[in-house]
């Protein structure tokens, strides 16, 4: 079964604090991507990659970026929080490189809280 | 890119009954249609998907049908039990080469009355 394990369940910041999301996948997956999930808005694409080192804006990439240094490793990166980044995070994985038409394997979910 | 509408936002229904929730998208090139399910506080998981070359698909009590011409498919769930109260989210992607990936509809949250 694939395991897609996002390092924090919680995590409180103040505004402007630079904060890192960290997501490992321990199938071989080619495929990440960064979700944000807001009631009431469904889950949002703000990034994603399909090689390493590389990757593509989603729907709402601005104040994100990502990294990609190891296939198995997806970071999420807030170079300067805001309150209006308050949100759930969710990392996903999927298995052929550059193929949208297979599963997503989600992690359980960051919950940010920006102050 | 892709556009997915999902209804309704919110579905009540008393245990036993059966749950539909529909979602229409708008680029005819779309592929494959996934539904996925999130429990509270938990992860979305896949429960059942269909691609365009078939017209129906079920797994015990859940059923997918899609219809191409008309650009929907829906998510039917019969016999609905307290543990089926979840947000669904449904999904379209297109073929490999495509310019975007699955997009997703908003969710319905099901909530399902003992």
């Known amino acids: 079964d694939v395991k897609v394990t996002q390092s924090s369940r919680y995590l409180v910041k103040r505004t402007g604090e630079k904060v890192f999301l960290e997501c490992v996948q321990d199938?071989?997956?080619?495929?990440m991507f960064w979700y944000r999930q807001d009631p009431g808005l469904g889950l949002r694409l703000i990034y994603f990659s399909y090689d390493v080192k590389m990757k593509e804006k989603g729907d709402i990439p601005e104040g994100y970026s990502v990294s990609r240094e190891k296939k198995e490793r997806f970071s999420l990166i807030l170079e300067s929080a805001s309150t209006n980044q308050t949100s759930m995070y969710l990392c996903?994985?999927?298995?052929?490189?550059?193929?949208?038409?297979?599963?997503?394997?989600f992690g359980n979910g960051t919950r940010l809280t920006v102050t | 890119g892709e556009n997915v509408e999902q209804h309704p936002s919110t579905l009540s229904v008393q245990e036993g009954d059966s749950a539909v929730i529909k979602c229409t998208y708008s680029?005819?090139?779309?592929?494959?249609f996934p539904w996925y399910k999130q429990e509270l506080g938990k992860r979305p998981q896949l429960i059942i998907d269909?691609?365009?070359?078939?017209g129906e698909k079920k797994d015990q009590r859940i059923a997918v049908t899609l219809n191409k011409t008309a650009k929907h498919f829906s998510l039917h769930i019969t016999e609905t039990q307290p543990e089926d109260s979840a947000v669904y989210f449904c999904?379209?992607?297109?073929?490999?080469?495509?310019?975007?990936?699955?997009?997703f509809g908003r969710g319905t949250s099901l909530i399902v009355h003992p």
């Open positions: 999904a379209a992607s297109i073929p490999p080469g495509g310019s975007y990936i699955p997009t």
């Open positions: 199938m071989d997956h080619e495929n």
């Open positions: 996903a994985s999927s298995l052929y490189r550059g193929r949208w038409d297979s599963p997503l394997h």
């Open positions: 269909i691609r365009s070359n078939v």
């Open positions: 680029d005819s090139a779309s592929n494959y």
